[in-house]
């Protein structure tokens, strides 16, 4: 009824050593080549399926229910179609077993394919998906990492960087700035000690009291306070022009 399949590649050459390898237990090969799109035809006295180069191939999906299966002559056939595929790059969802749906001596693995992804990324819902779904995996293989680390002397200092992504452990919005939130936040000081040298005068005009003195005594704490945030400010604005991003952040103690 059908003649041939075609599936698409981004990575044709990847692919093409793929199927070399995997198919070759079934008793099949590559029986010819294709220019214009480039591709490779695979069967054993004539092609039943084809792998060409594709600008926009259809991306790997289990839940698409789309999948291809191949004739083995035996069960070992199977078993070693297997390994060859897994050596070669693939991915398995489960050991090579019957699947009785399709029949009472179906044999089938359940493989996937390496693929290329391109410029395709996951969003944020795949991403959250897979850690909530693979916790304990990402946990292990976190911790192995830092023992590796440690074992070669990598953690030398205490920042780590990993694939050039930068990590901030708490990023407390109080402690992480921005040019324009440092800018706010300087107006908002030098209008905090204005009110408050003003409220002074007021208090140094009034008659010599206890509750003049500890007015006084009080403003002036809150004035040093902001001359000493503005300080730090001025600090963190020198910081701010000297990085990458001009994002600096200051540590937080948890």
Not at 5 to 27: H, N, T, W
Not at 29 to 36: D, E, F, N, S, V
Not at 120 to 149: E, M, W, Y
Not at 212 to 225: D, G, I, Q, V
């Amino acid at each position: 009824m059908i003649a041939h399949v075609s599936i698409g590649a981004r990575d044709i050459d990847r692919s093409k050593s793929f199927y070399d390898a995997a198919l070759e237990p079934l008793g099949y090969k590559c029986i010819r080549q294709a220019r214009t799109p480039i591709g490779y035809g695979y069967g054993r006295d004539s092609i039943a399926f084809w792998v060409v180069s594709a600008e926009r191939p259809v991306p790997a999906d289990e839940k698409s229910g789309l999948h291809f299966c191949f004739v083995a002559s035996t069960r070992a056939a199977v078993d070693a179609f297997h390994s060859a595929a897994m050596r070669a790059g693939g991915c398995d969802n489960g050991a090579p077993g019957l699947r009785v749906q399709y029949g009472p001596t179906t044999t089938r693995p359940l493989l996937s394919i390496p693929t290329d992804t391109g410029r395709r990324v996951p969003d944020h819902k795949t991403i959250a998906d897979f850690r909530k779904d693979n916790g304990l995996a990402i946990r292990q293989v976190c911790s192995r990492f830092v023992v590796l680390c440690r074992s070669t002397g990598l953690f030398a200092e205490a920042g780590v960087a990993i694939d050039g992504s930068k990590f901030k452990a708490v990023n407390n919005r109080d402690k992480n700035f921005t040019r324009a939130k440092m800018q706010r936040r300087m107006g908002q000081i030098e209008e905090s000690v204005a009110r408050y040298l003003h409220q002074l005068d007021s208090a140094d005009r009034q008659e010599p009291s206890l509750a003049r003195t500890t007015k006084s005594t009080r403003l002036k704490e809150k004035l040093a306070k902001l001359k000493e945030e503005m300080k730090r400010l001025k600090a963190l604005d020198v910081q701010m022009l000297a990085t990458p991003d001009q994002r600096p952040s200051t540590p937080s103690i948890i």
